[in-house]
C-alpha cells in the first residue's frame, strides 16, 4: 500500500508539473494574446519564438527543460520505490511529457514535450542528456528545421541509453518517449514532405 501512494504521488505531481504551460503564460503575460491562436497552436518554444523572437525562443526552451528535470529528479533522490530498477524515475518523466503535451490547466492542450522531454533526459542520464541536445542543435541548424533536429534527436536517444548501459526501464522510456514526441510531430512530417515546413530563420 506505501508504494502505491508513493508510485501515485510521483505521477499526479510530475503531471501538475508538467501542465504548468510555460510558453502560453510568457505570451499571456507579455502580450496578453492566446498563443494557442497563433501559428502552430503550440505552446511551445518555436511557436513562442513566432510572437517574441529568438530570446524567449530560448527562455522557454530552458524552462520546459528545467519542468521536464525537477520532477525527475526530485522523484530519484526521494522516491524508494522500486529503485533498483528505476521505475519512478521513468513514470515521473512519462508523466512531464504528458502534461507538457495534455495540460490540465489548458483544457489538455499544449506543447509538443520536446524540451520537457530533453530535460527528462538529462535528469536520468546527463550524457545521454547532452549528447541529444548536441545532435539537436547540429540537425537544426544544418536542416534549419527544429521539428527535424527534434525527432532525430529523440530518436536516437534509446540506442544511446543502451549504449551507456542505463537501466532498462531508461531505454524503454526513451523509446515510447520518441514515438510519442513523434507522434505529437505528425502535422510536421507531413509538411516536411511536402516542403511546406517552417525554416528557423
Not at 9 to 28: D, E, F, M, N, R
Not at 117 to 134: D, K, P, R, Y
Not at 161 to 189: D, E, K, Q, S
Request: glycine share 8%.
Amino acid at each position: 500500500m506505501e508504494n502505491f501512494w508513493e508510485i501515485a504521488a510521483v505521477i499526479i505531481s510530475s503531471y501538475l508539473i508538467g501542465s504548468v504551460p510555460t510558453g502560453y503564460i510568457i505570451v499571456k503575460t507579455f502580450t496578453g494574446q492566446d498563443i494557442r491562436t497563433i501559428g502552430s497552436g503550440s505552446t511551445g518554444a518555436t511557436n513562442v519564438k513566432r510572437v517574441m523572437g529568438k530570446k524567449w525562443f530560448f527562455i522557454t526552451m530552458l524552462l520546459d527543460a528545467l519542468k521536464g528535470a525537477l520532477p525527475v529528479v526530485l522523484t530519484i533522490l526521494f522516491a524508494n520505490s522500486y529503485k533498483e530498477i528505476g521505475l519512478l524515475p521513468v513514470l515521473a518523466s512519462v508523466a512531464v511529457i504528458i502534461g507538457h503535451s495534455k495540460s490540465i490547466f489548458l483544457k489538455f492542450t499544449g506543447g509538443k514535450s520536446v524540451a520537457s522531454g530533453i530535460g527528462t533526459i538529462l535528469a536520468l542520464n546527463w550524457q545521454v542528456g547532452l549528447i541529444i541536445a548536441a545532435v539537436w542543435a547540429v540537425i537544426t541548424f544544418v536542416s534549419r528545421y527544429v521539428s527535424l533536429g527534434s525527432m532525430i534527436a529523440l530518436a536516437v536517444s534509446p540506442f544511446l541509453m543502451w549504449a551507456f548501459h542505463a537501466p532498462v526501464a531508461y531505454i524503454y522510456y526513451c523509446a515510447i518517449g520518441a514515438l510519442y514526441i513523434i507522434y505529437l510531430h505528425r502535422t510536421n512530417i507531413f509538411r516536411l514532405v511536402k516542403g511546406e515546413e517552417n525554416k528557423v530563420r
